[in-house]
């Protein structure tokens, strides 16, 4: 940044917005509260508030999952930052949104009396959302679909162990759409992510099902060049 | 973003700063200005200045390259945004960093009396820089090397038809080491990213090269699943 360039002034408030998924009895499920101030009451929108003086925005995304929602979740990114001028009805506010997922397992919501509504909703059908809200989700579905293409962050959103039909679940609920069960067994076993545990699944009347691992739970890209 | 959080102050300016790469004779260089202020007299830095009020931080990026630098990019998106608290020691700036490409062809300086020095730097090579943007120069160069993995990036760096070698060049010079050629000549045809554009080179004196297009001059995902 260099100085000859500057406006004398600006006025602009720097927001944080974190757009959380888990996949639910084969859905893609995102967290929204439900809004008590106008001009967006009754309105739907990702946990969010304004950054502290002070204070990273990551702080500040966790600090609000947890006064929000209680979630505290496994996996977290920043999302991009959002800036259209006309975003926030009452000022100029930027949003610094981050995506964040967890295993369905993680997902139990700690309601605190202060919102509307807190509650999960099916990607495929969100209701009103309020600021830019529509265009968020869209973002952060978009980098989710292209990162099961080219990472392993699946692990964050599976148990430690889990069948391949939990695995096939999970990238079908995040597609919105069904893989050839062959096909992506083989295509998931040629790309080394993830290996046999060893152990077996537990119950249920079929026979029991081969429990696989991701070789690495922390983020890492596929090699292929 | 709910109201109930909001700090009831906040002072906190936003930036935008923009890495610009290119690849000049097989190295990687990247544009930075010589600062005339305090507190970083003399040290480096990317191209940058503050949001206007009623701008978009993509209009403010355009708006800075071609004011500091006459540059319009053939690539920009969003890198990250770069929050430290004591990142500006004159008082808490956030900066929208983003993250431009261009051939070398593009990369002809329109220098301006405003400031100490505009130039190219190799990216292995850099000087002393302002602020935090040694870290953003890493993660712009981690971004760039990894979607060198999964996307057709280098469209943007290369003019319309080259040579397999003139490919090759760019590639090394951002992964910053040397790739074997045949594997390299299989990858790429496998990846399906490029094909002959049916002309030969000119000049030198070996035998005239094929040139290769790419298939999508715009962004575009390498299909995995």
Redesign the interface.
Known sequence: ???????S???????V?AVIFTVRDGRLMTLL?Q?N?RPFTGRW?F???????????LAAVRR?LR??TGIAPSYLE?L??F???GR?PLG?????AYFALIPDAGARLRTTA??TDVRWWPVAGLPALA?DHREIAAAALARLR?K???TNIAWSMLPREFTFADLQEV?EAI?GRG?DKRNFRK?MMSLGLIAPSGNLARGGSHRPAALFRFRDRRPS?????
């Open positions: 940044m260099t100085a000859a360039t500057h406006p002034k600006q006025d602009v408030k720097v927001a917005d509260i809004m101030k929108a946990p969010g508030g304004l950054l502290g003086d002070r204070q990273t925005a609000i006064e929000q920043q991009a930052t800036d259209d001028p926030d100029r506010v930027i949003s610094m202060k919102y600021y292209a099961l293409g080219y990238y597609l893989l295509k890209f596929m090699d292929i060049l």
